[in-house]
């Protein structure tokens, strides 16, 4: 058993695993409101936590496809709208069995309308009433519609398993992941203990425990003085002063957050493709890159998920051309055009690309006006109004951005890119079992996107991590929120 | 004590009637910010739907005056209500916020006073000298350099390079106390503004205090120097810093965000930021009845203090 | 002789940032092309900020709005705060004291993050609305201020034989007592002054005032301060030069004051 | 008492001596050549008139000097510390301790040989001890109160007790007893003398030709910073030479101030006056005046014990002191309690001259532009009007111009006095209450300014005139007196019926204490 799609002990000279010790991982957290319940989680340190002492039927691996965790297969019938989960043996940390009751009572939970769980959303291709279990360790999920990519859905971001009844996991949660519970103080610390029965294997370590340090130089001071080994989000500037230095391991998870302006493309000025072409044009990705996340990424090119599946890698680069873009704006009446470009310090290096593109789109005549948002209510506020505004994205398969951003009905369409054929090229791939003739269709949305998309996505951020030299085994490959990020039960201390 | 006691009671009563509209004002300016406790959850998910439901699990469609007469009525029972989201009770948050806080704010209070008094005194014996100037450039220099630098600072060599002090609290949880070491550095970082402050305004009373006759009487009838500078000399130069004095007390006990930040101490300030920020109204709303009644005490105090020592003044025509 | 001695450092230390501050403007020419964030070398002496700018010019520009906008919110500061300190020392009227004194405290006790989250998000104002919001959030600690240092003078024979002469309140309030307590005034208005600063940079952070990367002292510090390790001079030469100000303008201010002080034996009694 | 005179002075060793001491401001001399020895066991006094360099010249054995003095000259000073009662006692108590603070902390040093536990008591003893010297009662809590919620004169034995309690070889004493009853004033003096009879060196500034009669072995006159005449005491005031010195011997005034013939209907009424002072948080009654009234033209004296609430009265009158019931009239109609709701010509009507000269004014602003600020405020006369017509007034009072511009710091005690009353004249009062305005005044300086006083009561028009006063010589030529003991009205009268037939005991007594110093008391 195991993960057959990505290599865990990746660090060359790793040597062989070391039992025992414990490990430190520092995480910004979400304070004293922090809850274990893994349906509710929100944060990356949550996400940890929860993989740590949970597991999900399948999760993702390094090029964002879906690996199966605790799903040992998956089979579609024909119409690809019936799916079948056999479940491998495993079991919770009190000794009782994963069973299929389990798995549709966690997952009835997460859909449960009252409650509004995260991933509730991912979930919504499942016809849950209709789902029913086959077997003690079977389930078969019913669609709502022919779904290709279910595999996504069951590997979603919080759709973790839980004991059949589960209401409460502050006191004593109880999950089939490989670390059990010791203790748990909001906002301040979590301990876990190494689970010896893990179908994937023990952990190597004998404790775990998360901290909490929300500011990042606390982070990176507390591994510098030995207090922690694992410091989880670190800023790129950190991250260079430290690399070659050598008291610390900065490790990179590339391809970890799309980085975008977004562009609604339901009202002016960018209800004019030309408009929207023209800023493509004149965005000097290397500059963006290079200012605002100071140099930790690699350029974008106007699509979601560089080298994830599906990913349209044929596509030209495009480069700035300010000529090009004031032709285009000209061509479309908008020389003098003003928008106002939203931002936030929501998320690292928003307000930074917003200055460089503010600076950028001068030189095309084009007058940008920064405005600031409330860090707290940003993504609601930017999701109907305003024109334009600073994006970005964390790992997720490119066929979930589609669907949850990019189709008439999805719910957080930033872009409001609501295109007919587009949707229906979707729904095509969704229905299309073979997946050369789905890998195809997705060539051509992109292409679309490619052309006349709201998304100028400028760049990809790397994802940085500082680990103390004596930790091995850590991940390189693995952008945040994948199955091999933040996974603590195949690293050891030397 | 009769006039004296029936002001403390009206200033008292007044008191009540300010930590009330603390509370209120709060409300209202939670309630004023953008969003509210269902988008700040729903993060970079804002479904409309979803944020809808949690919402209505929230108790967030209810209109406000609704929500905040209850959370009133279970505060006349001592019950200052639960977190929107995690649930639990914010008496809890309170309680937990709280030791970290205090046990900061009480050691560098406790540091501060002398510290910052005796070098304002310092300062104004040698008023124009060197070591004036030197005392002056000092406090007025550390002052001026913004907090999180110096806290770099310190950290990287008292921590880091001298491994004297442990650099963050990360893992010491809330024994902190059994851990003074941890307690050295964000202590030093908290005193560096108000040391300023305290100095620079006790030094102004001071050259004053010791240039006034009385000052000068005292020391001919052979009271010793220090004596005079301060039990003499002193309580007239103490109005201001003991303003200043309560502000700083209450900028301690309302959570130092940056030093808590800086070095991971779990106190008051993180707590209203995370609350803040997840729009956790009535986690807000019991921070607000906590810091309202310091500020009124505190403001209480230092007023008693100006008001001893300025005894003419409530006399005078 | 003397003079030399007495204001020469303090006027040596603040020479240079405000030198700067009104000469840099002028001297700091074109921006130079963006290069990569925090990087030394590459043309730019002290290296690039944290969007890839040269931190030279930065410098040059960045001196002026701080020492505007700091100076504007301290005075409007006591603009307001000296009134209302000094009528309250010198009312008999104690329900007129708390009138003017009780609602400031309560602003005291309202969490200034939570202030200026609001404005920032209520009404997203510009540099001069955000010296009067900065001078909003100081009246009511310099108000106190005021009003304790006032309390003394305020009760002193002197005040009385002005009354007894019907002076004016303003004549008594400012040409007496605030005359009287020049130097608390001087020292807290001098500290204030440097709390201003980085309240303005705060308040930038959060989209208030001025931009998240203007040009500004206080908003340098506070912004590369993530580059801290890699290219200090972008956080230090502009918080170094915030010390000079602070310093030297504080010092100066104690010289001038000095000689209004008797030499100690000279008070009869 | 006074050593016998047989004993020959220079084998007393010198304690102090100043010589050929010359103190400079600006190139006007304030102190020119003045020497002088002290000498245990004697009491050396400086008389001379207002501004005569006395305050300098005791100040210089203490080492001080004005600012930006130049000084030649010497003094020595032999033994340790000097006790010191300063003119202005308010100045050197400490308003924001109380007045046990420094006496407490001065007996606590005397007491450091003996064994802890006895120290406490022993201090406390000492400094009960100081204070009945100083003739103030420890019991009345004196020491639990703030200087400001002490009357003048005990302020001013306040100081003395420090002094005393010092223990010091020499005690320069500046008019130690200006604000002292003739009671009191005879218990002082007493004490003094018990204090030169232990072996301490007195040197005594004072106008009080009584005191110095009484208490000096040696006497120095001094006038324009010089010493004019110098000599044994019963020499200099028996005998005196210098015309100057003549001079200042002269009798007091007798003429009546007022015209007994032009007194007028009531002016002032104060009526069923209760005054409270707040000590310790209770308000006690101080002051209880059934009735008390001024006539248009004449002058109320009014007299008492140190502490008996004339101050009190006064600052009833002037709206300076609001915690009171009762009503106080101006031509029938109620004047507001507190100067602040009074009007303009409500406050140019009745005018205060404060007890403290020096702490009534402003110590940055000069006294000229000080004293011209009421006709600006009270009358809206113009700027360079109200200048003239204060420098006029003040050169009346004998301060010239270049004095006047300089700020309070840089007048004698008697100086400011005048500055004060020329202040309140300003304003063309209808009311004059004046406290104590003549304490630092020398006979002859004394004696024009009540003529000047005079003249105006008895200008048609001029004012009623509340002379509050411990100098039953400055009391006697008032129209009437009032007298008070403990904060009660005992007796007023006209001046023959108080001073001729006295009805109350308190007022006999006050009487035969003030005949005792000689005080040309008559009618
Ligand atoms: N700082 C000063 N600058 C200039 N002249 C001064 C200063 N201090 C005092 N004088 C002047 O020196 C003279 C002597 O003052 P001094 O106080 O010694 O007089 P005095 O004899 O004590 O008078 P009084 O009896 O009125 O107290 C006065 O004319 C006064 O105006
Ligand atoms: N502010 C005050 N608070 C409390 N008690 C006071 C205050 N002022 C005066 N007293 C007391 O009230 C009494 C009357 O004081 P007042 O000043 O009227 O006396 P006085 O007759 O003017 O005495 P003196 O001749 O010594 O100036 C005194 O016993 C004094 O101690
Ligand atoms: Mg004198
Ligand atoms: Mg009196």
Not at chain 1, 196 to 207: N, S, Y
Not at chain 1, 434 to 440: E, F, G, L, Q, V
Not at chain 4, 326 to 346: F, K, M, V, Y
């Amino acid at each position: 058993s195991g993960s057959p799609a990505t290599g865990t002990a990746s660090g060359k000279g790793d040597g062989t695993p070391r039992r025992g010790g414990r490990l430190r991982a520092a995480f910004a957290g979400g304070g004293a409101s922090e809850t274990l319940d893994p349906h509710l989680g929100n944060l990356f340190a949550d996400a940890a936590r929860s993989k740590a002492l949970f597991d999900k039927l399948a999760d993702y691996g390094a090029d964002l496809a879906a690996v199966p965790r605790l799903a040992e297969k998956w089979e579609p019938n024909a119409g690809l709208d019936r799916w079948t989960v056999t479940l491998r043996q495993a079991e919770f940390h009190d000794g009782k069995p994963v069973t299929a009751a389990d798995v549709l009572y966690s997952y009835r939970r997460i859909a449960d309308p009252e409650k509004a769980y995260r991933a509730r959303a991912s979930l919504e291709p499942v016809d849950l009433k209709a789902s029913r279990a086959t077997g003690e360790r079977t389930v078969e999920f019913v669609l709502k519609r022919p779904t290709a990519e279910f595999p996504n859905v069951i590997a979603a971001f919080g759709t973790y398993i839980v004991q059949d009844g589960a209401t409460a996991f502050d006191r004593d949660p109880v999950g089939s992941g490989p670390f059990r519970f010791v203790s748990f103080t909001p906002g301040r610390s979590t301990v876990l203990r190494r689970n010896d029965t893990h179908w994937d294997g023990a952990p190597h370590l004998d404790e775990l425990e998360f901290v909490v340090a929300n500011e990042e130089s606390a982070r990176i001071n507390a591994l510098l003085g030995g207090q922690i080994e694992y410091a989880h989000e670190l800023n790129p500037a950190t991250g260079r002063a430290h690399e070659k230095a050598g008291g610390i391991e900065i490790v990179r998870l590339r391809n970890s957050a799309m980085q975008a302006f977004a562009m609604k493309t339901d009202r002016p000025p960018f209800d004019d493709p030309r408009v929207r072409e023209a800023f493509f044009l004149i965005a000097d990705r290397q500059e963006l890159v290079d200012g605002a996340l100071s140099g930790a990424g690699e350029q974008g090119n106007d699509l979601f998920g560089k080298g994830y599946e599906y990913y349209a890698d044929e596509l030209p680069q495009r480069t700035q051309d300010i000529g090009r873009a004031r032709s285009l704006l000209k061509q479309a009446g908008a020389q003098d055009l003003k928008v106002t470009l939203d931002t936030s310090s929501v998320a690292a290096g928003f307000t930074e690309a917003a200055g460089i593109f503010r600076d950028q789109a001068a030189r095309a005549g084009v007058t940008v006006d920064v405005r600031m948002g409330s860090k707290d209510s940003y993504w609601k506020d930017i999701l109907d109004s305003g024109t334009l505004c600073c994006y970005r994205s964390g790992a997720m398969p490119i066929e979930s951005h589609i669907s949850q951003r990019l189709l008439t009905d999805s719910t957080t369409n930033a872009t409001k890119w609501q295109d007919k054929t587009f949707d229906t090229l979707y729904q095509q791939a969704q229905s299309t079992k073979d997946r050369t003739a789905r890998a195809a269709l997705y060539g051509r949305m992109q292409r679309q996107l490619y052309t006349e998309g709201g998304f100028l996505v400028w760049g990809f951020g790397d994802w940085i991590l500082g680990t103390a030299r004596n930790l091995r085994g850590v991940a390189r490959e693995a952008p945040a929120n994948t199955l091999d990020w933040a996974r603590f039960d195949k690293v050891w201390l030397a | 004590m009769n006039g004296m006691r029936s002001w403390i009671a009206r200033r008292l009563l007044l008191g009540a009637v300010q930590t009330a509209a603390v509370v209120l004002l709060v409300f209202a300016l939670t309630e004023a910010l953008p969003g509210d406790a269902a988008v700040a959850f729903a993060g970079d998910q804002p479904d409309p739907q979803r944020i809808a439901a949690v919402r209505e699990a929230m108790g967030l469609d209810r209109p406000a005056h609704e929500r905040l007469a209850d959370w009133v009525l279970g505060l006349l029972h001592g019950d200052f209500g639960t977190s929107l989201t995690s649930g639990r009770p914010v008496a809890g948050f309170l309680a937990d916020g709280f030791g970290p806080t205090l046990l900061l704010a009480a050691v560098t209070v406790l540091l501060l006073v002398p510290v910052g008094v005796g070098l304002g005194v310092l300062a104004a014996r040698h008023e124009g000298r060197f070591t004036d100037r030197l005392i002056s450039s000092a406090t007025l220099g550390v002052y001026a350099v913004p907090e999180f630098a110096l806290g770099a600072l310190l950290v990287s060599v008292f921590a880091l390079r001298l491994g004297w002090f442990p650099p963050t609290a990360v893992g010491y949880g809330t024994g902190l106390l059994a851990h003074p070491a941890v307690l050295v550095l964000p202590v030093l970082v908290l005193l560096a503004r108000p040391v300023c402050s305290l100095a620079r305004l006790v030094r102004a009373g001071m050259i004053e205090a010791l240039a006034a006759p009385y000052t000068a009487h005292a020391e001919r009838y052979g009271i010793p120097g220090a004596r005079v500078r301060y039990a003499h000399a002193l309580p007239n130069a103490l109005a201001p810093a003991t303003q200043q004095l309560a502000r700083t007390v209450d900028w301690l006990l309302c959570g130092v965000i940056v030093v808590e930040a800086l070095y991971v101490i779990p106190g008051l300030g993180t707590v209203l930021m995370n609350a803040v920020a997840d729009r956790d109204i009535p986690v807000v709303q019991g921070l607000a009845v906590v810091f309202g009644l310091a500020t009124v005490v505190l403001n209480l105090g230092a007023d008693l203090v100006t008001h001893r020592l300025a005894p003419r003044s409530g006399v005078a025509a | 002789m003397n003079r030399l001695r007495r204001y020469g450092p303090g006027a040596a230390v603040v020479a240079i940032p405000l030198g700067l501050a009104l000469a840099g403007p002028f001297l700091a020419g074109e921006p130079s092309a963006r290069a990569a964030s925090f990087t030394l070398g590459g043309g730019h002496r002290l290296g690039t900020d944290f969007v890839g700018r040269d931190v030279v010019h930065q410098v040059l520009l960045g001196g002026r709005p701080v020492v505007l906008v700091a100076l504007a919110a301290t005075a409007l500061a006591y603009l307001v705060a000296l009134p209302l300190g000094l009528i309250s020392a010198l009312t008999h009227r104690r329900w007129l004291e708390e009138v003017l004194m009780r609602p400031p405290d309560v602003l005291l006790a309202v969490p200034s993050l939570l202030m200026i989250l609001l404005v920032a998000a209520a009404f997203p104002p510009g540099p001069v609305g955000l010296a009067l919001l900065v001078a909003f959030v100081s009246i009511p600690d310099a108000a106190r201020i005021v009003r304790a240092a006032a309390a003394e003078a305020a009760s002193r024979p002197a005040v009385e034989a002005l009354r007894m002469q019907g002076e004016s309140w303003w004549r008594i309030a400012v040409g007496y007592v605030g005359r009287s307590i020049l130097r608390t005034l001087a020292a807290d208005a001098g500290i204030r002054l440097t709390g201003v600063l980085y309240l303005v940079a705060t308040a930038a952070f959060l989209g208030i005032g001025v931009a998240p990367d203007a040009a500004d002292w206080a908003v340098m510090v506070d912004r590369n301060r993530t580059g801290l390790l890699i290219q200090p001079w972008a956080v230090v030469v502009p918080a170094l030069l915030i010390v000079a100000l602070t310093m030297g303008g504080n010092l100066l201010v104690d010289a001038a004051l000095q000689h209004r002080t008797p030499p100690r034996k000279g008070r009869r009694p | 008492m006074k050593p016998p005179m047989e004993q020959p002075m220079n084998e007393n060793p010198v304690l102090a001596s100043v010589t050929a001491l010359t103190v400079e401001v600006d190139g006007r001399a304030l102190v020119d050549r003045v020497s002088l020895r002290i000498r245990p066991g004697t009491v050396t006094a400086l008389v001379g008139a207002s501004g005569s360099g006395k305050t300098t010249t005791g100040l210089a054995l203490l080492g001080e000097y004005p600012a930006g003095a130049r000084v030649t000259g010497e003094v020595t000073v032999h033994g340790t510390r000097i006790g010191y009662v300063p003119q202005h006692p308010a100045a050197v108590l400490n308003p924001a301790r109380r007045t046990g603070a420094l006496l407490h902390d001065m007996a606590r040093r005397q007491v450091r040989d003996l064994p802890r536990p006895q120290r406490r008591t022993a201090a406390r003893q000492r400094v009960t001890e100081a204070l009945a010297d100083a003739q103030l009662d420890a019991s009345a809590g004196v020491l639990g109160r703030y200087p400001h919620q002490l009357s003048g004169g005990q302020q001013q034995r306040v100081v003395l007790a420090q002094a005393l309690l010092l223990g010091a070889r020499v005690i320069v004493a500046d008019e130690p007893t200006t604000g002292q009853d003739a009671l009191t004033k005879r218990r002082i003096v007493d004490q003094l003398a018990a204090v030169a009879a232990r072996g301490i060196a007195v040197l005594l500034l004072s106008h009080d030709l009584d005191v110095v009669r009484e208490l000096a072995d040696e006497v120095l006159v001094m006038r324009g910073g010089r010493v004019v005449e110098q000599g044994p005491a019963h020499r200099i005031l028996d005998g005196p030479t210098h015309p100057w010195t003549k001079e200042l011997l002269a009798e007091p005034r007798t003429l009546p101030y007022a015209d007994p013939g032009r007194t007028g209907e009531e002016l002032l009424t104060v009526d069923g006056l209760t005054a409270r002072h707040r000590t310790a948080g209770r308000r006690a009654p101080v002051l209880n005046v059934d009735r008390l009234t001024l006539r248009r033209g004449e002058c109320l004296a009014v007299v008492g014990r140190s502490g008996s609430g004339k101050t009190t009265l006064a600052r009833c009158l002037a709206g300076l002191h609001r915690d009171h019931t009762g009503q106080i009239l101006l031509d029938g109609t109620a004047l507001p309690r507190s100067l602040r709701d009074r009007s303009r010509e409500q406050l140019a009507a009745v005018q205060y001259v404060f007890q403290d000269a020096r702490a009534a004014f402003d110590e940055h602003r000069p006294v000229l532009d000080q004293v011209a600020r009421t006709a600006v405020r009270l009358r809206g006369a113009g700027h360079r009007e109200a200048t003239e017509e204060a420098r006029r007034t003040l050169t009346d009072l004998g301060l010239d111009d270049a004095l006047v511009r300089r700020a309070p710091g840089g007048l004698s005690g008697g100086e400011l006095q005048r500055a004060a009353l020329a202040r309140a004249l300003l304003a063309r009062p209808r009311v004059l209450v004046c406290d104590e305005i003549t304490s630092g005044l020398d006979p002859v300086t004394r004696r024009s300014l009540l003529d000047l006083l005079a003249t105006l009561i008895r200008r048609p028009g001029g004012p009623g005139v509340v002379l509050i006063t411990h100098d039953l010589d400055t009391a006697a030529p008032a129209t009437r007196l009032a007298v008070l003991d403990g904060g009660h009205i005992v007796e007023q009268g006209t001046r023959e019926q108080i001073l001729t037939a006295p009805r109350h005991p308190f007022t006999a007594a006050l009487l035969a204490a003030s005949r005792r110093w000689g005080a040309a008391v008559r009618p």
